[in-house]
């Protein structure tokens, strides 16, 4: 048996030699093209990733050159009519501080020159302004300034006020993501690089080559085939036998993004990407020759066992550069192909959660300057009233034509009712404004002693009952003045020559507990209680009460930012009951549900 094995083996080694000849081309063709649409594939990666970094400054330079105070404060600075600056370098602080990618913000007039900045030492602007359509309020510019090793990377967005140009709003941003993604896509020889277009419109670096990057991204000027050049001229290729002067020739897939007109290059050395191909083929032609048969078989079984993982990353490389992060890679395979895979799945988490976190900073922020953007429109018209009637009673007086001494005082008296409201009404826009946009204090706070104090501050002991109440986790500040004005409607809203009644009571639900405040008043209409949550609403309850039309919006807002929320609804003593959610401590110290009404 085994004679007749040996001789079928040397009968049939020539032939099999050559069939691993044939099968030595066809696996070298699949394992090259497939090596080139994984490089395909993470260039893609990389420009998506690259994509959503430069997306987030552009938001923030179009929130800014949005704001109509800083527009209108401009204004007057560029008309001479203000000279203070200090508000205007109060609105580009908070914007800065609220944009984590931005590192300094200039407002400079059309010609170019700075006229507020909140960095002494930011760089000069003129350049990008005049490369600006300032007539265009959508329009938006990206340039870079200085050299690779010290590159800022500046968007510049106008600044119009009917129709006017006013010059524009420049932010220099932080290119410390970019940096970390080409430090960590250049991974061994692997070799990740932005370009924008220099001075004299050559292909730049964007930032510096990362610390141990094995070559830099520096091309030569007059090479008009090189990737960087390439990738800026809009082409997406992958290019064989690019120059690299350290690396060699080298394999390059190149993109083009056009929001930030940046050009991206993912590169390795032709010797390093295709060093399996030329291993495969010696080994191959080895073990044809060696064991025939034997080698075919195994070397099939190999290429198959080899093959399923490098598919699985393929397809979740591709499933990652469509947006889509629910497609792991198989992390099973022992060895590198393995540990590729397990870190491909943490980089795809990791995207994901990071392009959830934008999203949700981008739809607050959008949230937060809605709510700004109607609060301004409801003051000027709120505050006019009492401005309004304090002018009418300076006119008055100074007119000469009031002689009587009564009449005199009744209008004094009618000016600081005026004062007064316009004081409450200040006070609770200040309120307000803080709980839209101002960083809360949390800290534990006893509702008790929030009601009892309030009560007793505004003299309701006699007309107010409550049941044990717990501690949360919250703003005393906001909190203390959201109970005050709730007790001050319930006590102010009652039946004529019945006196008011008002009861407190707390419920536990989860972790929220549900603050119940109940007056036996003539009630808020269903119709009416979406608007009372609106800034300065008076419903038809109202009377001849004269309200600031903010105490439940401030109150609504106040839970929403503590994570809870607020509703109206009917009280079983008649009137309303003012529910408001909040989150407690520690749900174990909420009580377990809240007594029958009309206990004390």
Avoid at 326 to 338: F, I, Q, S, Y
Avoid at 392 to 407: E, H, K, P, T, Y
Avoid at 439 to 447: G, T
Avoid at 549 to 556: E, Q, S, V
Wanted: hydrophobic content about 45%.
């Amino acid at each position: 048996m085994w004679p007749v094995t040996l001789v079928l083996l040397a009968a049939g080694l020539l032939p099999l030699a050559l069939l691993s000849v044939l099968v030595l081309g066809a696996q070298e063709r699949a394992l090259t093209d497939r090596l080139s649409a994984d490089l395909d594939a993470l260039a893609d990666a990389q420009a998506a990733r690259l994509e959503l970094i430069g997306a987030a400054p552009m938001t923030a330079a179009r929130l800014v050159a949005s704001r109509t105070q800083l527009r209108i404060d401009l204004a007057e600075v560029l008309t001479g009519d203000r000279t203070d600056l200090t508000r205007l370098e109060t609105i580009l602080r908070d914007a800065e501080v609220s944009s984590p990618a931005v590192q300094e913000i200039s407002l400079a007039d059309p010609s170019g020159a700075v006229v507020v900045s909140t960095d002494p030492t930011a760089p000069a602007v003129a350049d990008i302004v005049s490369s600006l359509d300032l007539d265009a309020a959508l329009s938006t510019v990206f340039a870079t300034t200085g050299p690779p090793d010290a590159r800022q990377w500046l968007i510049a967005s106008p600044l119009v006020l009917d129709d006017i140009p006013l010059g524009a709003a420049v932010l220099e941003l932080d290119l410390a993501p970019v940096e970390a993604l080409i430090g960590n896509g250049s991974d061994g020889q692997i070799q990740t690089c932005v370009y924008v277009r220099g001075p004299d419109g050559a292909p730049e670096p964007l930032v510096a080559a990362p610390d141990g990057s094995p070559r830099d991204c520096t091309e030569r000027p007059d090479a008009a085939d090189a990737p960087g050049a390439v990738a800026l001229r809009g082409e997406e290729r992958l290019l064989t036998g690019a120059s690299d002067d350290e690396a060699g020739p080298v394999v390059a897939a190149t993109r083009y993004l056009p929001e930030p007109d940046w050009g991206v290059t993912v590169s390795v050395p032709e010797a390093v990407l295709y060093a399996p191909v030329r291993e495969l083929t010696r080994y191959l032609v080895a073990a044809s020759l060696a064991v025939g048969v034997l080698a075919v078989l195994l070397a099939a079984l190999a290429a198959r066992w080899v093959t399923r993982p490098v598919r699985s990353l393929e397809a979740a490389v591709r499933s990652l550069a469509l947006g889509d992060q629910e497609v792991p890679a198989d992390a099973t395979a022992p060895g590198e192909l393995g540990e590729l895979a397990a870190a491909f799945n943490t980089m795809a988490t990791s995207v994901g959660e990071r392009q959830a976190a934008l999203e949700r900073d981008r739809a607050d922020l959008e949230q937060r300057y809605a709510d700004l953007e109607l609060l301004t429109h409801a003051m000027a018209h709120d505050l006019a009233g009492p401005l309004t009637g304090i002018r009418g009673v300076f006119d008055l007086m100074a007119s000469g034509r009031i002689a009587d001494d009564a009449q005199r005082e009744l209008l004094v008296e009618r000016g600081g009712a005026a004062a007064q409201r316009l004081e409450h009404l200040i006070d609770d826009l200040l309120v307000l404004i803080r709980a839209i946009g101002t960083p809360l204090q949390l800290r534990p706070v006893d509702l008790e002693d929030l009601v009892d104090t309030a009560s007793e501050q505004l003299g309701l002991e006699e007309v107010l009952t409550r049941t044990p109440l717990p501690t949360i986790a919250g703003d005393r500040a906001l909190l203390d003045h959201v109970v005050t004005n709730l007790l001050t409607n319930a006590a102010s809203y009652h039946h004529p020559g019945e006196p008011p009644r008002i009861e407190v009571t707390a419920q536990r639900h989860g972790d929220h507990v549900e603050l119940c405040i109940d007056d036996a008043g003539p009630g808020i209409p269903e119709e009416e209680r979406a608007a009372s949550l609106e800034p300065f609403f008076r419903g038809a309850a109202a009377g001849t009460r004269r309200g600031s039309g903010l105490g439940l919006p401030i109150a609504a807002r106040v839970a929403a930012r503590h994570g809870g929320s607020l509703r109206i609804t009917d009280s079983p003593l008649g009137g309303t009951r003012i529910v408001v959610s909040l989150p407690t401590i520690n749900p174990t110290e909420a009580p377990p549900a809240a007594p029958a009404a009309g206990s004390g």
